[in-house]
């Protein structure tokens, strides 16, 4: 079985540091990334989503976390196709974003050469990371209206290429693309490629709902656990993901993960039900119970 690493898509919810879970202690970000180190060897971070990473973040976050701990990335919106707030862009890109005079804007929308501005400052924001050896996988979730077609699969491949040699991740919300009939096909699309399928445990029965299918495409694999919220429709992110796996849960899900680890040579685990320490919580009984398999 190869190496699992289990932790939280965040550090720094507020609602986290209300819980509890971190000591008085930890009364800084300096202190509470630390600690948070020293209990989990990965972290996904969310807020590159919403804002692009700066180097300067970059370099505290590597000089703050030991040997070994890796962070996962996610994917500036403009480059998932998702709706982009203008004010999130560098202030020297602005004018040219809002040519179409608008506070939000689409990748479409955009000249393609600020696009292509943004990505390389992208990259660089996350530059300090990699030299550091602590820069995992840039998680790409593409969005409800981006179904299976020819067109999104080379949209992918450019994603994939525009970081490179960084990894890619690939996380659907478009039942098409994991559809019965339509797995084996996007399946061996990212087996192809090499480029690691996110597994995902969801609320179903939405139209963004993907079914918890677990498979290896790269020799990294991962399992993003969202929880079962039944709002998960709430514009409340607290609503959304406010979900405890319960024990049971967690002892059905570990063999199905030690399963996927035996076909992958690492294989990292994410708990995005961060609301509280629900995710904290979880993920070190989860470690726990994958130390027994």
């Given at each position: 079985m190869g190496d699992i690493r289990v932790g939280t898509a965040s550090w720094t919810d507020r609602t986290l540091m209300d819980s509890g879970w971190y000591p008085p202690e930890a009364n800084t970000p300096d202190k509470r990334l630390r600690f948070?180190?020293?209990?989990?060897?990965?972290?996904?971070?969310?807020?590159?989503?919403?804002a692009l990473p700066s180097e300067q973040t970059a370099v505290a976050w590597a000089a703050r976390t030991p040997a070994g701990f890796t962070f996962n990335i996610k994917a500036f919106s403009l480059f998932t196709q998702h709706p982009t707030r203008v004010a999130a862009l560098p202030a020297d890109l602005r004018e040219a974003a809002s040519a179409v005079g608008k506070d939000t804007v689409y990748q479409r929308q955009?000249?393609?050469?600020?696009?292509?501005?943004?990505?390389?400052?992208?990259l660089a924001g996350l530059e300090p990371l990699r030299q550091?050896?602590?820069?995992?996988?840039?998680?790409?979730q593409y969005p409800q209206w981006f179904p299976i077609s020819k067109a999104g699969k080379q949209y992918i491949l450019s994603?994939?290429?525009?970081?490179?040699?960084?990894?890619?991740?690939?996380e659907f919300r478009n039942r098409t693309w994991m559809t019965p009939e339509n797995q084996p096909e996007t399946l061996g699309f990212l087996a192809d490629n090499e480029l690691p399928y996110v597994c995902v445990d969801m609320p179903q029965g939405y139209a963004s709902s993907i079914p918890p299918v677990l498979a290896a495409t790269a020799g990294l694999a991962v399992v993003r656990l969202h929880g079962h919220s039944d709002k998960w429709t709430s514009r409340d992110i607290h609503e959304r993901f406010g979900y405890k796996y319960s024990d049971d849960e967690l002892t059905s899900w570990a063999p199905r993960i030690a399963d996927l680890a035996r076909a992958a040579e690492t294989t990292h685990v994410l708990f995005n039900n961060c609301y509280r320490d629900y995710a904290?919580?979880?993920?070190?009984?989860?470690?726990e119970l994958l130390g027994g398999q």
């Open positions: 948070y180190a020293s209990r989990f060897p990965l972290v996904e971070v969310d807020a590159t989503y919403y955009v000249d393609q050469a600020v696009v292509q501005q943004v990505w390389e400052r992208f550091a050896g602590k820069l995992g996988l840039v998680l790409f994603c994939a290429r525009q970081i490179a040699p960084l990894r890619a991740c690939v904290q919580v979880n993920a070190q009984r989860l470690a």
